[in-house]
């Protein structure tokens, strides 16, 4: 069955620091993986996906992440943080059954400080 | 710009009142769901639905009721609202989730008082 786990509920940097968020996989069938954001009092926005191409991803606002087959690893990556990353990040996997839903992490909550 | 719009954004009602929280979205996504969040809390499952005349019950138990009797159009609805339904909800659609995800809406926050 497929499954995500993110290590870490709460991540704090410094503005300027490298964001890490890390996420790990389990999945019977070749995994398609997601990024999602979350800001205050709104819904989920995409940052990025993984579907089988290449697997270092690049998505919007500067975030990437790298596909890991052997560590079966996803990690959120940003070379510097930004007062206004502070959000809740979220990590997705492709459920089975038809690729119809997606099973998502616990949330990774990302603090920025001066 | 978001192409799935959850009305009303923050609700505060009464308890034993019914409620319905309305989900529609323009992209002619097959695809619907619906998620309950507590504040800073994981996302959880209550109704998806695959099509027309179509909604299951998703993996956390839920008291409440949806239809889809319209593609554009997934509403939720508590016939009974209790302080135990305060949450936000989270509205998403899809076309093909492998390949593209979710889109989501902005959310409903809830309040039973």
């Known amino acids: 069955a497929q499954s995500v786990t993110q290590l870490g509920s709460h991540v704090s940097v410094s503005e300027g620091a490298l964001v890490l968020l890390r996420c790990n996989y389990s999945?019977?069938?070749?995994?398609?993986l997601f990024w999602y954001v979350q800001y205050p009092n709104q819904g989920l926005q995409l940052l990025l996906k993984?579907?089988?191409?290449?697997?270092l991803v690049k998505g919007i606002n500067g975030f990437e992440a790298e596909f890991k087959k052997s560590e079966t690893s996803f990690h959120l990556t940003k070379p510097s943080a930004h007062m206004s990353d502070a959000a809740e990040y979220f990590c997705?996997?492709?459920?089975?059954?038809?690729?119809?839903?997606?099973?998502f992490g616990a949330g990774t909550r990302l603090a920025v400080h001066p | 710009e978001a192409d799935i719009y959850q009305t009303p954004r923050y609700l505060v009602i009464g308890t034993g009142k019914k409620i319905t929280l309305e989900c529609s979205q323009t992209?002619?996504?097959?695809?619907m769901y619906w998620y309950q969040q507590d504040p800073g809390m994981e996302l959880h499952l209550i109704h998806y639905?695959?099509?027309?005349?179509?909604?299951e019950k998703g993996d956390l138990s839920s008291e409440s009721t949806v239809s889809r009797i319209r593609t554009e159009h997934f509403p939720l609805t508590l016939e009974s609202a209790r302080p135990s339904h305060t949450s936000q909800y989270l509205c998403?659609?899809?076309?093909?989730?492998?390949?593209?995800?979710?889109?989501f809406g902005s959310g409903t926050r809830l309040t039973v008082v």
């Open positions: 998403a659609s899809s076309e093909d989730s492998r390949n593209y995800g979710y889109t």
């Open positions: 639905s695959y099509g027309v005349n179509s909604t």
């Open positions: 997705a996997v492709s459920g089975p059954g038809g690729y119809n839903k997606l099973i």
């Open positions: 999945s019977s069938v070749p995994p398609y």
């Open positions: 992209m002619g996504h097959d695809k």
């Open positions: 993984y579907t089988s191409a290449a697997t």
